[in-house]
């Protein structure tokens, strides 16, 4: 198989070549500076600048502009606007925006990015100045995405124009990448991405190959709250290089998340040396509401600054893989007394629901059913603060999540095998706790419990009996 796909590339790579997609001697050093539209080459978003342009295995709405695979995550009645601004070296700078649209079918997005030259003097052949000109580039984007069984595939297509003074030049490029998921909860996922592949640019007698690239990516899940990212590239105008990147996150308050993000470039190394590799920044996600910012050095060129700035609309989520048949007969609830769930799972609480009682008295029995797991010694609990920094970085908002959809797309967020998800309800004077247990995997409630009190002192009680018949034999 890994030979068969060798030889394609290979296969594929000598055509483009032939047909002039590629400059001469691709691929290494020798073609640097053969390409035409450099303001494809990064992609414009403050996330992935931090992360010294790492990402391409990252699902989030960013991703639009890099691997449009990333952009399936987003469910039926979802959406997102990206604005973006970065102040480049000299007197230059590039915008973008970017609308992102769930559907039932998959994901749409629309975009656009504008790179302007501001100061330009042109000059005659004396010397003497002759005024200003005009020097810009641009794209319009449109994107496709969505979810199968193993992997999320995207596309995105993009008309390019380009204007030096009294020259112009168009094309059209396509970009298509994957991410593969980790299967049985692995904390790992692959991803890769073929970006800006079209058609030369000729701007007056010259025409010039656009700046196409592929690139291999990693994505591990270090730990809850702390991923590492590893990305190999290989741009048709330079050696192959690799990228390394972190990003940290932790919880605030009101389901917002603080992410300190930082990434070494090993081709800035080799041009710009020790302190033009590096770069850093940091995200906050707060009520939907979203900002990157990234400080990017060029060693003696001098610095840039990248700001992005996202919102994330509407009630729906993650849409989830395609899960796997359902029994047509037997129950879909299956009574805790003839299930037996295994040792060492790893689980998440979402917040109960209220129903005559506050959202507040619900978390906190929620909690008191986390403490109750955990002393079982039975189960991998997720940290309720590990859970709203992983929620909040999606912009997923766990209260009022009982479904069993919502469930498994929160599952599938947090990288656990199952589920427990309940309400808190109050008739008269008694309070009573219903819990489901749902597997990630297949979509299926596997047990239900409930308990009831007869006071909010005896809560607690009501869970540790929930929990008891939970990890009966």
Not at 130 to 146: E, N, T
Not at 241 to 261: D, H, M, Q
């Amino acid at each position: 198989m890994k030979t068969t796909i060798a030889l394609c590339l290979l296969f594929f790579c000598a055509r483009a070549y032939a047909a002039g997609l590629f400059p001469s001697r691709p691929f290494s050093d020798e073609a640097a500076g053969a390409v035409s539209a450099v303001f494809l080459k990064t992609p414009p978003a403050a996330r992935f600048e931090a992360l010294a342009n790492a990402g391409a295995a990252l699902r989030t709405p960013e991703a639009f502009f890099y691997n449009p695979a990333g952009t399936a995550f987003l469910g039926s009645g979802r959406s997102a606007l990206l604005l973006g601004y970065e102040s480049l070296l000299e007197s230059s700078g590039r915008t973008s925006l970017a609308v992102l649209k769930g559907l039932e079918s998959g994901t749409f997005g629309l975009g656009a990015l504008y790179r302007y030259e501001a100061g330009l003097e042109k000059y005659d052949a004396l010397g003497a100045a002759g005024g200003g000109f005009q020097a810009y580039d641009a794209a319009v984007i449109g994107s496709y995405a969505r979810r199968f069984d193993l992997l999320d595939f995207g596309f995105a297509l993009k008309f390019i124009r380009s204007r030096l003074y009294d020259r112009a030049a168009n094309s059209a490029a396509l970009d298509v990448g994957a991410v593969f998921k980790g299967g049985g909860g692995s904390a790992t996922e692959l991803a890769l991405a073929a970006r800006n592949l079209g058609f030369p640019m000729k701007m007056g007698a010259r025409a010039d190959p656009l700046p196409f690239e592929l690139s291999g990516a990693m994505h591990w899940r270090y730990a809850p709250g702390f991923s590492i990212l590893a990305e190999g590239k290989l741009p048709v105008d330079h050696s192959p290089y690799v990228i390394l990147a972190g990003e940290y996150g932790f919880a605030l308050k009101n389901s917002s998340g603080l992410f300190l993000r930082a990434g070494f470039n090993f081709k800035n190394y080799d041009s710009l040396g020790l302190m033009g590799a590096f770069a850093s920044g940091f995200g906050l996600k707060f009520d939907g509401w979203g900002f990157d910012y990234a400080f990017v050095p060029y060693g003696d060129l001098g610095s840039t600054h990248r700001v992005t700035l996202g919102r994330g609309f509407g009630s729906a989520q993650e849409r989830p893989a395609p899960a796997p048949a359902m029994p047509v007969n037997g129950p879909a609830v299956v009574q805790a007394e003839v299930v037996k769930i295994t040792g060492g799972t790893n689980v998440a609480v979402a917040d109960f629901i209220g129903k005559n009682v506050s959202q507040a008295d619900a978390s906190i029995v929620a909690d008191f059913l986390r403490t109750e797991l955990v002393n079982t010694g039975s189960f991998n609990v997720m940290d309720r603060n590990n859970m709203d920094t992983v929620l909040a970085e999606q912009k997923f908002q766990s209260s009022g999540c009982t479904e069993q959809q919502c469930a498994v797309e929160m599952g599938k967020l947090l990288n656990v095998k199952q589920m427990f998800v309940g309400s808190l309800s109050k008739l008269l004077d008694t309070y009573y706790i219903t819990v489901n247990v749902v597997d990630v995997e297949t979509g299926k409630i596997t047990a239900s419990y409930d308990s009831n009190a007869s006071s909010s002192i005896e809560l607690r009680d009501a869970c540790k009996k929930i929990v008891k018949k939970l990890s009966r034999k």
